[in-house]
């Protein structure tokens, strides 16, 4: 795609798309006189009043004027732009528009930071043109949108825009490469191909270097955790380093990605239709990738290091077993009840190896717990940690980029819930019940593994992706699948 910036005498395309909140035409001087006389009749009308989201399509001497709704103007946030940019976008593509003109007036610009705006509006334009359509036939796939031009009014605001564009699409390629990871079907995307796409971003960047461990390393390292989990497959596991150096740090920051490529659930067997959609449990290995490449587009004056623990969880002669003890790299040992809750065994023995970087902090994503989606839906991910500090500095992170998380507890009585009779630890436990409070004590047990065998921890937040992907009807600003949350709020987190 191409984007590019022009100023008002210039537009050269035959659609053009327009904002307005819901008021009066007070703002229309980017139209020219027969497009504004149009706009106010409609507004009359009221068959368009300028609510977020609503799109109306005007067709003026065979050229076309997209209508596009930001609701009140003092209710305006970052998360309306991005939803109006998004679904006018998916408007025009589905009409098969190949190019068109954003324009945009003093007015709307007002309402947002500029550069925000034009970050956010890129990734959100990206976003609202991917498709996973590899797989179907040529007829079908989407049209590739090959120019956008943003109208506007200043030199300056224009410069500004230009500046949050280069970012946006630093950002947009992050974001779309997280998608196409967790889009891809379970038998393509394994392990060991998760280990080749992180291997590309070495060769694309020279800020960032790859190892990925195979069975014979992992064993040597000890992580019986994640051996235990990958034993049921045909697959060996892998466990993938991707470090990122944008300035040398002492003490990086760490990142830690779920990386079950499929999670039938093991013997203990996910029920139809529970299974479906498993592939997405890579998907906190994805968002640490797409944030990795994003950070390396933007050349981001950080030390990242990305720790992605990769495998099946497939049910075999071979699978471990319910009554099982794994012993995880750093030593402890874990009683197995269900092996379906797989996920916080192989982050055991990332964040016990994270240890190894001394790290200013280290953060975990994963697709961990049903029980997260069912107590935020998915339209928020939870954020469990001990550290007010790190809460409030993505709490604000997350706003300025329009993405939603919500804090969720650890704490004591969820740590106890996973004590165990037999071993260090259990891998299922409830308060109060064996499943209450399910992701919160999904979260403890991962706490367990945050402290050295000195007891020596690392400030540690755990994202639990309940947002991560949408079903396949998706949005009107973004189609169905996985849909790269997690990538702009971290950008914006570690910048
Ligand atoms: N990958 C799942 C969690 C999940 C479920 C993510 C649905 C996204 C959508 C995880 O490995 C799992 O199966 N968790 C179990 C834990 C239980 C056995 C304690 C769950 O949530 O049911
Ligand atoms: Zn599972
Ligand atoms: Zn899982």
């Known amino acids: 795609m191409n984007i590019t910036t022009k100023i008002v005498e210039k537009y050269s395309t035959d659609s053009k798309i327009f904002f307005l909140f819901e008021d009066a035409l007070t703002d229309a001087s980017l139209l020219e006189s027969a497009e504004k006389k149009a706009v106010k009749a409609i507004i ?20 076309r004027l997209f209508l596009v709704g930001l609701g009140k103007k003092e209710e305006m946030t970052i ?21 068109c003109s954003f324009l945009l007036s003093k007015k709307v610009l007002s309402s947002l930071e500029v550069v925000q705006m034009a970050k956010t509006g890129t990734v959100a334009l990206s976003n609202a043109l991917y498709a996973f359509d590899e797989f179907k036939d040529k007829e079908d796939k989407v049209v590739e949108v090959k120019k956008v031009e943003w109208i506007l009014e200043d030199e300056k605001v224009k410069k500004e825009f ?78 993938i380093i991707v470090e990122y150096v944008g300035k040398k ?17 093991g013997l203990s067997l996910k029920p139809d239709p529970y299974m479906k959609d498993m592939k997405f449990d890579m998907l906190g290995a994805a968002t640490v990738l797409g944030i990795i490449k994003a950070a390396a587009g933007l050349k981001l004056k950080r030390h990242i ?15 471990f077993r319910p009554d099982d003890i794994l012993t995880a790299m750093n030593g402890k040992t874990v009683l197995i009840e269900n092996t379906d809750a797989e996920g ?27 029980a997260c989606m069912v107590a935020l839906g998915n339209e928020r991910s939870g954020m469990f940690t001990p550290e007010d500090e790190l809460a409030e500095k993505l709490n604000k992170s997350a706003e300025i980029v329009g993405e939603q998380v919500w804090r969720l507890p650890v704490g004591e009585e969820y740590s106890k819930a996973v004590k165990c009779e037999v071993a260090d630890i259990k891998n299922l436990g409830g308060v109060g019940h064996p499943r209450f409070g399910g992701a919160s004590t999904a979260a403890a047990f991962l706490q367990f593994f945050t402290s050295d065998k000195k007891g020596k921890s690392y400030p540690w937040m755990h994202i639990d992706l309940s947002s991560c ?12 699948g996985a849909n790269g949350f997690g990538v702009e709020s971290f950008i914006e987190y570690l910048k």
């Open 44 to 63: 009359k009308s009221k068959d368009f009043e300028g609510k977020n989201g609503e799109t109306l399509l005007l067709y003026l001497e065979e050229k």
């Open 79 to 99: 998360r309306t732009w991005k939803h109006a940019v998004g679904t006018v976008a998916m408007v025009a593509q589905k009409k098969k528009i190949t190019a």
């Open 162 to 239: 230009n500046t949050g564009i280069k970012s946006g699409k630093a950002i947009a390629e992050g974001v779309e490469f997280t998608r196409m990871l967790g889009n891809t079907p379970p038998t393509q995307m394994t392990p060991e191909m998760l280990a080749k796409e992180a291997k590309k971003l070495e060769k694309t960047f020279d800020t960032i270097r790859v190892k990925a461990l195979g069975k014979k390393q992992i064993e040597a390292e000890g992580m019986g955790c994640l051996l235990g989990v990958s034993r049921g497959s045909v697959l060996p596991p892998r466990f």
């Open 249 to 265: 740090e002492k003490n990086p920051t760490v990142l830690v990605g779920k990386g079950i490529t499929y999670d039938s659930g």
């Open 305 to 319: 290091v990305g720790l992605i623990p990769a495998c099946e969880n497939m049910p075999s002669g071979d699978s």
């Open 344 to 370: 916080r065994l192989v982050l055991a023995d990332a964040l016990s190896y994270a240890h190894k970087y001394n790290p200013k902090e280290v953060i975990d994503f994963a697709t961990l717990t049903g």
């Open 469 to 480: 992907y949408y079903g396949e009807s998706g949005k009107s600003y973004i189609r169905g």
